[in-house]
């Protein structure tokens, strides 16, 4: 009904730079909140960021000042550009969305994407 799919992950060294996006797809009513979260192997899944419809946002504490998440309403698309990234960055980054569907447009569920692969290294 809903689908979401990311882009944008890949290797990186220490310090560079990478732009995560997701594009949500289906029988769209409206979309509340969009956020990424990431999981690195043998780690329970983090919240990383967060963006409300009305583009207030949150960030995980290691990510303040280094990323950036944003979101395009007309595209149904959230983006999460990451800055001075380190080793301890490499997950899976997975995008999440809360929708309404037309099927029922009052009730909101939480979408998730596949995820895409981060690796930091040198």
């Known amino acids: 009904q809903v689908q979401l799919v990311e882009s944008g992950g890949g290797l990186v060294q220490p310090g560079g730079s990478l732009r995560l996006s997701c594009a949500a797809s289906?029988?769209?009513?409206?979309?509340?909140?969009m956020g990424w979260y990431r999981q690195a192997p043998g780690k329970e899944r983090e919240l990383v960021a967060t963006?409300?419809?009305?583009?207030?946002?949150t960030y995980e504490e290691s990510a303040k000042g280094r990323f950036s998440i944003s979101r395009d309403n007309a595209k149904n698309t959230v983006y999460l550009r990451m800055n001075s990234l380190r080793p301890e960055d490499t997950a899976v980054y997975y995008c999440?969305?809360?929708?309404?569907?037309?099927?029922?447009?009052?009730?909101?569920?939480?979408?998730w994407g596949q995820g895409t692969q981060v690796t930091v290294s040198s």
């Open positions: 963006i409300s419809s009305g583009g207030s946002t």
């Open positions: 289906g029988s769209i009513f409206r979309i509340n909140g």
């Open positions: 999440n969305a809360i929708v309404a569907t037309y099927t029922d447009s009052k009730l909101m569920r939480a979408y």
